[in-house]
């Protein structure tokens, strides 16, 4: 079944409280770029739903603006802003890994501390850190990484 594109709802910039870190949970290695992450979204949401995907090479790519409600995280979308690594899962396509190159983990780095300072006191959460997730995403444990 093929879903129609929605435009994202507005989101008040002022009210943005947290950051999301998801993996894509695409295999090891695997060069998957942001326009395909989110042709994917499209398919299952009908709309993108992270605002910067990180690719392999650690560019970041905006796929949506902060004042752009994602679809990152069930219920818990207004207000919080989802980036996403290209990888999280091992070259066998079989369990969670960390998977982040060092370009990828430093473009993290940067994008952690530009939303923490456009956004004083912005909460900073793996996707499986939400209340009620059970998924292994972003397969790393953000709080002590970032």
Known sequence: MERLMTTPAYMDPK???????????TPE????????????????FG????????ELD???VRTLADDRRGAH???KNTGNIGICYVGGVDAQNKKPKDTRTEAQKATLRR????????????????????????KACPSF???SAL
């Not at 395909?36 to 299952?44: E, L, M, Y």
């Not at 709309?47 to 990180?54: A, K, P, T």
């Not at 923490?116 to 900073?124: N, S």
């Open 15 to 25: 009210k943005i409280h947290s950051l999301t870190i998801h993996c894509a949970a």
């Open 29 to 44: 290695g695997r060069d998957v770029k942001a326009a395909t992450i989110s042709q994917w979204d499209i398919a299952k």
């Open 47 to 54: 709309q993108v739903s992270y605002h910067i995907v990180v």
């Open 58 to 60: 650690g560019s970041a």
């Open 73 to 75: 995280v069930g219920g």
């Open 111 to 134: 994008l952690v501390a530009e939303y923490r300072q456009r956004y004083p006191g912005i909460v900073l959460r793996g996707h499986r850190d939400w209340p009620g997730v059970a």
């Open 141 to 143: 444990d953000v709080a």
